[in-house]
């Protein structure tokens, strides 16, 4: 129950944003295990005024690229809003490149993201999740999502997603859903960093699959 103290000048979201900002520096980055991780988030509909909100997306793409990650999506900071940001210079050999067509993402903020899938091939690798740390696992995506929502800035996004963008979509906006990665696994993929580092980082996880006993699409 609110006590009036609670509902003050500015709404407790308002609050809980400026006191993780105003530590300065990364966010701190909550493990699965904590409930935010799960509950879903409401709609951004400008709970955060502009200039916070300018400043929470500053500090979540500091705080993705001190991680460092190629998304991190606000629960991941334990704020229940759908906002999420994306960037990958995708530092990687040209044959990982090719076998998982993860082709350099600028920097973006979605807004409200959503997607569906556009045809039904799916493409499968190992990925790891910043609020899972030391783990990867498997999992089986669309290929090419139709992704739809907003910027920072309230203009409309709509267009198609493949390629290595397309599992960081997926990924993230699932946060926003409540869901995690490991939700969609297949589980007997699940791999150390360490065994991942060692054993299967190859371009495509076809070794691991035979070995570990685990299906990929066709
Ligand atoms: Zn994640």
């Known amino acids: 129950m609110a006590s009036p103290a609670d509902r003050a000048d500015r709404p407790p979201l308002t609050e809980r944003v400026e006191e993780l900002l105003a530590a300065g520096g990364p966010l701190p980055l909550v493990e699965a295990g904590d409930p935010v991780l799960r509950r879903g988030t409401e709609p951004y509909d400008g709970q955060l005024p502009p200039a916070l909100l300018a400043r929470f997306v500053d500090a979540l793409r500091l705080t993705m690229r001190m991680a460092p990650g190629v998304g991190l999506a606000a629960p991941q900071v334990g704020v229940g809003l759908r906002i999420a940001v994306l960037e990958d210079p995708a530092p990687v050999p040209e044959e990982v490149a090719v076998a998982r067509g993860r082709v350099p993402q600028p920097f973006r903020v979605l807004v409200n993201p959503s997607y569906e899938p556009v045809?039904?091939?799916r493409a499968a690798f190992f990925e790891g999740c910043l609020s899972v740390p030391g783990w990867q696992a498997v999992v089986a995506r669309h290929a090419a999502v139709r992704l739809t929502g907003q910027d920072e800035y309230g203009r409309t996004l709509d267009e198609v997603v493949g390629?290595?963008?397309a599992r960081i979509v997926q990924h993230e906006t699932d946060h926003l859903d409540g869901v995690l990665y490991l939700d969609r696994a297949e589980i007997r993929s699940l791999s150390s960093s360490r065994a991942l580092a060692e054993r299967w980082n190859a371009p495509t996880p076809h070794a691991?699959?035979?070995?570990?006993?685990?299906?990929?699409?066709e």
């Open 163 to 165: 390629g290595w963008p």
């Open 119 to 121: 045809g039904a091939e």
């Open 208 to 217: 691991a699959a035979r070995e570990l006993g685990f299906e990929l699409p």
